[in-house]
């Protein structure tokens, strides 16, 4: 499975393309990211990351995009413009017909670190290791899409585990509701007949 990570943002948005070979294993395609001047319109700006997004998706060929699920921050302005690059991103993955999934720092975090506190250093350092990348990426923004892609490799066999036995349990309710309904009749009409 090919993982397109976008650490989604108006000044710096990160994106990395993870290769996932089956278990734990992970490779780095590329990492990079997009930037767009604070000078430019939202609108201007968020053309820059689209059309960026756009370039990458037609390059690496993902099977997904993963994306960082936007969470509520102090700055009202910081999480206007995150989740906007986000929408945008989800939208360019859309248009594609690629899948997208939503998750979230500390999901990242854990599924990276082991823990969902670490902190930039602790993702980047082992961003790092995983990938077996000879120097850090930088800036942070890259270093956390790479993130996103490696958490999404590692958690997207187990989702769609638990997404195929819900659905299972779903139908077996269903077929046991249905039984006892028919049950329940039969001894009302048994009732009935006394």
């Given amino acids: 499975m090919r993982v ?3 650490d ?9 393309v993870v290769d996932g070979t089956g278990g734990r294993q992970v490779a780095c395609v590329a990492v990079g990211v997009v930037r767009s001047g604070i000078d430019l319109p939202v609108d201007r700006r968020l053309l820059v990351v689209a059309t960026e997004v756009e370039r990458w998706i037609a390059r690496h060929r993902p099977d997904v995009v993963a994306i960082e699920r ?7 302005r910081t999480v206007m413009g995150t989740a906007q690059a986000s929408g945008v991103v989800a939208l ?3 248009k594609a017909g690629l899948p997208v999934a939503f998750h979230t720092p500390s999901e990242v975090k854990a ?12 993702v980047t350092t082992m961003v790092t290791r995983v990938l077996g990348l000879a120097e850090a990426p930088k800036p942070a923004d ?6 996103l892609a490696i958490c999404h490799c590692w958690r997207a066999p ?3 585990r638990m997404a195929e036995a819900e659905k299972r349990a779903s139908e ?5 509701k249905a039984k006892l309904a028919a049950l329940q009749r039969e001894r009302l009409a048994a009732a009935r007949k006394r």
Wanted: aromatic share 2%.
């Fill in 111 to 122: 599924a990276v670190t082991g823990a969902g506190r670490a902190d930039k250093a602790q």
């Fill in 172 to 176: 077996l309710a269903k077929v046991h």
């Fill in 158 to 160: 187990m989702m769609a």
């Fill in 142 to 147: 890259a270093a956390d899409a790479l993130a």
């Fill in 8 to 16: 989604p943002g108006l000044t710096r948005c990160g994106l990395g």
């Fill in 92 to 94: 360019v993955a859309a």
């Fill in 70 to 76: 936007v969470f509520s921050q102090h700055n009202v």
């Fill in 4 to 6: 397109l990570g976008v």
